[in-house]
């Protein structure tokens, strides 16, 4: 996830000390460039590297940047891979513009294309480039700065933050559409960022920017514009108190928590990028054709690509084969060819399994697609196309919000497949936060009252089996408990046996399939288990389970993805309360680039 920060002084002096400690305070959020550009009336220094925060300040002598305003960038790669050019800030066409933007613009491609036809010098595939430009077509066109930005407003389709500044001024501007963005006023300075942490250093007394919203800052004041009629908003400033740790993990205590429920957020982001998408319909193409499909990963990605394999077959009829990267090359590899096509899903874009598997598979031949959150990583090189998880970093060891945005994608691509309409997708953010709602208190007793159990069971069916192994997973990730997912249907095949009194069991039920899991249900409750159902409210559900986790209704595929939202939240309370810390779970690691 991008962040950006911009300063405003009331002198002309050495911003660079500034500019640098405040991207080192938005690198939580995770990054692969940086950049900063300084104005000081009569010229823009702008310098910009991939790397790290230090490293690129150091080799670039930031310190050294003076001016009476700065804007710094770090960039999370999504449009372009990471390099200097596609690194940020950007200059429009004669360089007297320099902007910065955090989020994505989906309508990248075109508006370039029209930038590129209206004669505008183009020196990047960055989508923050494009927001500098959308600004600058209206500024040629004669519009005061102003409106000039309220219109380029109208262009720049997506969730984003846009700061910029001109030469020939002493302000800086900033709209807000989707992405986070927050104004500090000090003394002698105002500042704004994606942020909190990179502004509390520097002052406590913030305004909080809405969607829709355009920014003016002088070095004494602030001024809030509405981007659709260009009235004036008043909203006094806040203090914040909060600790600087507080503040970095957005108010929850942990990261784990707070990613949880950036999960509706994500989706919605994932959701705009696949819908402008130019590549999407090449891919999609590529799929209907290919002899085999193959949906290759690992842990919680390979849940993502089981989940993946049933929506392609419920939803489009293409049948695809999930596959665990390692068991690809005993099992598969021998059988492919130039005719199959791969999607090789991974958080990290490093797992060695993953790219152990890549690497086979492209060497005899077959078309390899990946699905990644980090942009710029070795899968997103190593692949023909690889569509971004757009999810952020995700801090946490455990992944929550990078696995529903794979679910989220793999839905996506079979609703094209099958040429049904993806307004039914739409509706995926508010029912992740329904569903959150809905579920809170409940999930916080149950885990209080299972937290004496070191061994469990997750089951599901269908299109709940993938949530089952997910729940179990992180259950057993964070928890360290003994927990196994498995298809319902096959509880009564052995594992029966392990239930004893109060014994907790975990059944998501699909909406479809409530008779067949009545069965399960029973068969444990008559031996005096505790059938904890997660489901669409149903009185068949009441009667029978011990007791019943309420989702919001919606299609079998998409209840299925909210409930794993519950499981989650159950693995998180478990965690806790046995005075474990969930974000860096014992022996794991977020990126295993290891055999
Ligand atoms: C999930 O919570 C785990 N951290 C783990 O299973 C992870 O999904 C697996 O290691 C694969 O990682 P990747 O998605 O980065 O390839």
């Known amino acids: 996830m991008c962040g ?52 690129v300040a150091r080799q670039y002598n930031f310190a050294e940047m003076t001016g009476s305003r700065g804007i710094v960038q770090l960039r999370w790669a999504t449009f372009g891979e990471p390099s200097q050019v596609n690194a940020q800030p950007h200059l429009d066409s004669d360089g007297d513009l320099v902007g910065a933007h955090n989020g994505n613009v989906v309508n990248n491609f075109e508006l370039r294309q029209e930038f590129m ?22 500024v040629n066109k004669g519009y005061d ?12 389709q997506g969730d984003y933050a846009f700061v910029i500044g001109k030469v020939d ?47 003016t800052l002088w070095a004494d004041r602030v001024e809030l514009r509405s981007v659709k009629d260009g009235k004036v908003i008043r909203r006094e400033p806040e203090i914040v108190t909060e600790s600087m740790d507080a503040v970095q993990k957005g108010g929850y205590p942990h990261f784990m928590l707070k990613e949880m429920h950036e999960q509706s957020q994500v989706a919605r982001e994932v959701l705009h990028m696949l819908a402008g998408s130019h590549e999407l319909q090449g891919v999609i193409e590529k799929m209907r054709t290919a002899r085999n499909l193959y949906f290759i990963g690992c842990g919680t990605s390979y849940h993502a690509c089981l989940s993946g394999a049933v929506a392609f077959a419920q939803i489009a009829g293409r049948v695809a084969i999930p596959v665990l990267a390692p068991q690809f090359l005993p099992q598969y590899l021998p059988a492919v060819n130039h005719e199959d096509v791969g999607v090789f899903v991974s958080q990290s874009g490093e797992t060695k399994d993953v790219l152990n598997a890549l690497q086979a598979a492209e060497a ?12 710029g990583s070795t899968l997103t090189k190593a692949t023909v196309c690889s569509l971004p998880l757009c999810c952020g970093y995700e801090i946490s ?43 809170a208190s409940q999930v916080a007793v149950i885990a209080t009252e299972i937290n004496q159990w070191n061994d469990m069971y997750c089951l599901g069916y269908g299109g709940t089996y993938p949530m089952a ?15 196994e997912g498995m298809l319902s249907t096959e509880f009564k095949h052995g594992p029966l046996s392990a239930v004893t ?25 008559c031996r005096g288990g505790r059938a904890i159902a997660i489901g669409e409210e149903d009185s068949r559900l009441r009667a029978n389970a011990s007791e019943l986790i309420v989702l919001p209704k919606a299609t079998p595929q998409i209840s299925a993805l909210l409930a794993v939202l519950p499981l989650q939240m159950l693995s998180y309370h478990i965690s806790v309360m046995r005075g474990f810390d969930p974000d860096f779970p014992r022996n794991l690691s977020k990126t295993l680039t290891v055999d």
């Open 4 to 55: 950006i920060f911009g300063i405003v002084t009331d002198k002309e002096q050495t911003l660079g000390p500034i500019l640098i400690e405040a991207a080192r305070r938005l690198t939580y959020r995770g990054y692969d460039s940086v950049g900063a550009a300084t104005l000081n009336g009569k010229s823009i220094d702008l310098r910009k590297d991939t790397g790290r925060v230090d490293e």
């Open 364 to 375: 005899r031949g077959m078309t390899a697609y990946g699905l990644a959150n980090v942009i």
């Open 145 to 156: 700065f102003l409106d000039a930005i309220r219109l380029a407003y109208g262009d720049l």
């Open 169 to 215: 001024d002493d302000r800086l501007y900033a709209i807000k559409k989707g992405s986070g963005l927050v104004v500090g006023l000090g003394v002698g300075f105002t500042c704004l960022s994606s942020d909190l942490p990179s502004i509390l250093p520097l002052t406590r007394q913030i305004v909080r920017i809405q969607d829709g919203e355009i920014i």
């Open 397 to 439: 060891v455990p992944a929550t919000k990078t696995f529903t945005n794979q679910v989220v994608t793999f839905l996506y691509l079979a609703y094209r497949l099958a040429e049904k309409d993806t307004a039914e997708l739409d509706r995926i953010p508010d029912l992740m936060d329904e569903t959150l709602k809905m579920v």
């Open 501 to 525: 009194d109060k014994f907790p069991i975990l059944f998501i039920v699909p909406p479809d399939d409530v008779p067949l899991i009545l069965s399960g249900i029973n068969e444990v409750t």
């Open 117 to 138: 036809a209206e004669g505008l010098t183009i020196r990047s595939q960055n989508d923050g480039e494009s927001c500098v430009h959308a600004v600058e077509r209206y």
């Open 469 to 483: 192994l997910e729940g179990a997973l992180k259950i057993k990730e964070i928890t360290y408990t003994h927990c």
